[in-house]
Nanobody
Framework: QVQLVESGGGLVQPGGSLRLSCTAS????????MGWFRQAPGEEREFVTS????????DYADSVKGRFTFSRDNAKSTVYLQMNSLQREDTAVYYC????????????????????WGQGTQVTVSS
């Protein structure tokens, strides 16, 4: 049974930082590209960032580029999302996702390319 468990969400003031983690179990982690998506109230789920199996390819949505850093530790079956300079617009539920990738340098941008999803963690940016 595949599980993705997110942690690290919470309440932070504008300009602050948070670090999200997502630990996978029940799958061969190194065979999966990973991603983060987010969904704000009343909005569609949107792409935030993705990383290839080997970590060599990382892409970001324009809205988070330069502020968020995505990384992975295949030995720990865990990915990390470091979020700096948080803005009110970053408030959302953040979801971790895993997608089967044939090639080690493939990263996915569309939600339909991901096979497994976490339950989500709330990030609230407010003063």
């Amino acid at each position: 049974q595949v599980q993705l468990v997110e942690s690290g969400g919470g309440l932070v003031q504008p300009g602050g930082s948070l670090r999200l983690s997502c630990t996978a179990s029940g799958l061969t982690f190194s065979r999966y590209a990973m991603g983060w998506f987010r969904q704000a109230p009343g909005e569609e789920r949107e792409f935030v960032t993705s990383i290839s199996r080997d970590g060599s390819v990382i892409d970001y949505a324009d809205s988070v580029k330069g502020r968020f850093t995505f990384s992975r530790d295949n030995a720990k079956s865990t990915v990390y999302l470091q979020m700096n300079s948080l803005q009110r617009e970053d408030t959302a539920v953040y979801y971790c996702a895993a997608g089967t990738a044939t090639y080690q340098f493939t990263a996915f941008y569309a939600a339909r390319d991901y096979d497994h999803w976490g339950q989500g963690t709330q990030v609230t940016v407010s003063s």
